[in-house]
């Protein structure tokens, strides 16, 4: 008998157990709690269709799709390599109770116009969209000044082109959320400026007394509602190693950050 | 022997009775918690002059000048009864161990040029700026959007005359402290871009699990590090209506934000 996930993938399970995902091994970007804390920003009460931007293996839109059964979730991946593994994971029997409501598709959401809209981003046809878009990790490890600056300058075209792409596909009323490292907030808030309101921010800290490293995020397209700053998540408590109960309970699927 | 302090004033102590402020009573904005954390976003370190904008009766100034023995202070105010009232407090015999580090100045903030430095507020001559821009507390009692929408129309200019009076008086290197509301956050990051940099923002609940009320934050001139997101404070402790131990001590001038 052949071992149907060679050493260069590994199926994992998330929410204990309720769904998996076929993963490439060693290389890449890995799901973890980045992904399962955006997934929390969908609220339970949540129906109709969801774009997960720039999917990767799927697990931000699995999350969803496992937690909240009245939705239906649309994986947008560019790469097509990662678009065949979300493919293999939805057809996985251990998925089965999800597939019917997953799709997807190879797509750039860079793309504009006609183009975007002919890969299957359509206008106004998303209920919710969620993304975690890319950021090169190793800018993080250096810290000269010169580089900061970079970082900005690459980081606020991402931004500025995924948040305009979803703010085209979101139909009025629905809800953008993300996650983010903190240094990007002035991106990411220009680009929701006239098409995202009803900004909630939700600061993600390793411990109580150490600085946030992630931001989450949610907006309504066209609403005029102001920014509003939610209680903060901490991943671990004081000392421990294990996550504190809320962030527990919201990466396996138990919990949401309700608006 | 006649009461010094009739019914339209009080004297009130500060940092358990290390200074002590003459205040309007009963009308207009009284000193309290904001003034006091404001305070405390200037670092122990600190040397050289602070201007204080808004002054009003002189809380957040006083506080900074009675907790940092290497700072001159100076009140810049522009309403003339709220500055009578700060050279008062500054001319009391509770204040005298302050009075050689103090100044006030009847000025706009949001003059500019010649006219401003007219004033007394000349270009990079301050080594830091703190400030709690006015807002109306009228607004936020009542919420239908188009009121919402009004205050942000309303804000966005006070920061933006604030935030560019500060980046002029501020030496290169200088540090911004303010205090604002939450949803002010995109008006003050847009009137910070170009001038001041390394922002860190630390949001104030009123409890753990409430929504941030305040926001305070601390800039550098002419930086180009990238924004982060401090710990949050808790006023109160769960169910307690006594402050937490942190935001006494803040209150108190026993503690400060450290960046």
Redesign the interface.
Known sequence: MTDPYPTSETLDAFHRGRFHLIQPKGKGHRAGLDAMLLASLVPDSASGTLADFGAGAGAAGFAVASRIKTLRVMLVERAPSMVQLARRSVALSENRHLADRMEVIEADVTSTGAHRIAMGLSDSAFDHVVMNPPFNDQRDRTTP?TL??E??AMDGPVFADWIRTAGAVARPGGQLSLIAR??S??DI?TAC?NRFGAIQLT?V?PR?????VR?LLSAIKGS?????????LFVHEHGGREFSPNVDALCNGLASIER
Chains 1, 2 share one sequence.
């Open positions: 000044d900061k600056a970082a900005h903190p240094q907030l002035m808030l400026e600061p800290h109580p007394g150490e600085d946030a931001l005029r509602t102001r920014l509003s700053l939610r209680p903060p």
